[in-house]
């Protein structure tokens, strides 16, 4: 058995950190959403922020862009030539997936320095490109209407998840001290 242990050492130890470092941040951002009262439909600044960063880039091509609260549930209305092509909810605001990009990253570690510039800027881009898919989003749902589901279901979360996917091997193979071990062999 400890022959087994040693042999998968470098992966136990990955999976070990990403695990903890996604509970620890999984753990952090519930006990933020719970500040919000779901019951009278409030919604989470982040998400809120979010909705308002594609409803003004989507005024860009359309005046009639704007966001309201939505009523029936906690969510924020988003709506594309005065229709109503959206609803922002907690999981559109795409931190899930920043907990998945950091919790990798921290499990591919690399120098402190550089996985804290790196997960900062790879947070910004993520945040940036959700706000685009949105935003991009929105106006495909206007225009084809009945392309809704493979939009929203399969072409648009592969558009995020894409960007996360680069972001990794730029980090494993360019910053991680994977890369670094390699490099000097």
């Known amino acids: 058995m400890k022959e087994y242990i040693i042999q998968f050492k470098p992966f136990l130890v990955f999976l070990t950190k990403f695990l ?13 959403l719970n500040q919000f009262d779901q019951k009278n439909f409030e919604v989470d600044k982040i998400t809120q922020i979010v909705a308002n960063q594609s409803q003004m880039l989507l005024s860009v091509f359309d005046d009639n862009s704007y966001t309201m609260p ?27 997936v920043v907990i998945l990009f950091i919790s990798f990253v921290i499990a591919f570690t690399g120098r402190l320095k550089q996985t804290l510039v790196f ?25 084809f209407p009945e392309y809704e589901h493979i939009l929203h279901g ?32």
């Open 20 to 32: 903890l470092s996604y509970l620890v941040l999984t753990l952090l951002y519930q006990s933020y």
């Open 70 to 96: 939505n009523l029936k549930e906690a969510s924020v209305k988003l709506f594309y030539h005065d229709k109503w092509v959206a609803r922002i909810i907690e999981g559109c605001n795409a931190v899930s």
């Open 119 to 143: 997960i900062l800027i790879g947070t910004i881009m993520i945040h940036l490109f959700n706000v685009l898919r949105i935003t991009l989003l929105c106006m495909a749902i206007f225009h």
């Open 154 to 185: 399969v072409i648009f979360p592969l558009f995020i998840y894409g960007i996360v996917f680069l972001l990794w091997v730029i980090w494993v193979n360019k910053y991680s001290s994977y890369a670094t071990k390699s490099i000097k062999k």
